[in-house]
Each structure stands twice: as structure tokens, then as C-alpha cells.
């Protein structure tokens, strides 16, 4: 098992950057496909972006391509969310999600498919 804690979220300009970080526990992290995931008020949570337990593959929502970057670092049991070029439309809560079952190089892209939740942390972006 493993719990899931979000930060760096905040209030940013439309053009701006922002890193949000998940901080897990656990010994197995390295074993578990992250990803993160964003919901807006009255929508349904989307994928953002996911990334093996390797590091070595990564996938992306089509909205958010070439803006952000995930990355993780399992040495400190980390995964990150570079934010660039954020748009008003970015704006939601944002959460950090773990995958057990997704094998060794598959990011699965459904909420329904992921295991583990953080609290989520609110990232606003002003226009």
C-alpha cells in the first residue's frame, strides 16, 4: 500500500509555470506506475499525464502536450508535474495517483484503473 500527498499547488498567471510534487510512502513505489490526474469544478476528473515505474516511458493528455512534463525520482520516492505555458483552462484540482496493476511500461488512462489517491491540491489559473 501506499498514501499519496500533494503540494506545490497555487494561484499563477495565465503564461506562467508551476511544479506540483507527490511525495509517497511506502517501499514498493518503485513498483507502481504514477500518474496525475486533474478535475475541474463540474467536470469529470481526466487524465494528465502518467509515467512507468522505470521513468523510461511517459504519456500525456492531448491538451496538455508540450506545456507539461511528469517525472519521478525513486530514490526519494517523488513525482513531479512541470506546469508551463498554463492556460485559465488548467485550472483544477490536481491529483497524484498510483497504478499497481499497470505492468512493467503501460500507463492506463481511466481513473477507474488506478489504485491509489492523494488529496489533491488546487491549482488557479488567472486570465
Known amino acids: 500500500q501506499v498514501q499519496l500527498v500533494e503540494s506545490g499547488g497555487g494561484l499563477v498567471q495565465a503564461g506562467g509555470s508551476l511544479r506540483v510534487s507527490c511525495a509517497a510512502s511506502?517501499?514498493?513505489?518503485?513498483?507502481?506506475?504514477m500518474g496525475w490526474f486533474r478535475q475541474a469544478p463540474g467536470k469529470e476528473r481526466e487524465f494528465v499525464g502518467g509515467?512507468?515505474?522505470?521513468?523510461?516511458?511517459?504519456s500525456y493528455a492531448d491538451s496538455v502536450k508540450g506545456r507539461f512534463t511528469i517525472s519521478r525520482d525513486n530514490a526519494k520516492n517523488a513525482v513531479y508535474l512541470q506546469m508551463n505555458s498554463l492556460k485559465p483552462e488548467d485550472t483544477a484540482v490536481y491529483y497524484c495517483?498510483?497504478?499497481?496493476?499497470?505492468?512493467?511500461?503501460?500507463?492506463?488512462?481511466?481513473?477507474?484503473?488506478?489504485?491509489?489517491w492523494g488529496q489533491g491540491t488546487q491549482v488557479t489559473v488567472s486570465s
Open positions: 495517483a498510483a497504478d499497481a496493476d499497470a505492468g512493467p511500461y503501460n500507463i492506463r488512462t481511466l481513473p477507474r484503473d488506478w489504485d491509489y
Open positions: 511506502g517501499r514498493t513505489f518503485s513498483s507502481y506506475a
Open positions: 509515467i512507468n515505474r522505470y521513468g523510461s516511458r511517459k
